[in-house]
Nanobody, 123 residues
């Protein structure tokens, strides 16, 4: 129902920052909870953050709380993930996803996924 495209990944040194963006190509964006997940090739997909349809309630995984923030701009059909004080454990491919229901931290709650953007953090 929603096509999502991530951007903003790249290579950074430990302690650096990145802001990821995810833009939806279809007009039902504001009806979806938006989430960010990440996956390292040797790990399972991990919940990072999510935000409710209005953008007023963010949920942040404990592993990144205090360093990452999530926000959305429904007028721009865009959700953001701001990442600060990155460390090598944050290295992963980051995916945004859209959900119409279910628990926000479960990947199975999301019906539409972007292709992902790679984040690599060097030590």
């Amino acid at each position: 129902q929603v096509i999502l495209g991530e951007s903003g990944g790249g290579l950074v040194q430990a302690g650096g920052s990145l802001r990821l963006s995810c833009v939806a190509s279809r007009p039902t964006f504001q009806d979806y909870v938006l989430g960010w997940f990440r996956q390292h090739p040797e790990k399972e997909r991990e919940f990072v953050a999510a935000i409710d349809t209005s953008g007023t309630t963010p949920w942040i995984a404990d592993t990144v709380k205090g360093r990452f923030t999530i926000s959305r701009d429904n007028a721009k059909n865009t959700v953001y993930l701001s990442m600060n004080n990155l460390n090598p454990d944050d290295t992963a491919r980051y995916y945004c996803a859209a959900s119409v229901g279910g628990y926000y931290a479960y990947a199975t709650s999301y019906s539409d996924w972007g292709q992902g953007t790679q984040v690599t953090v060097s030590s």
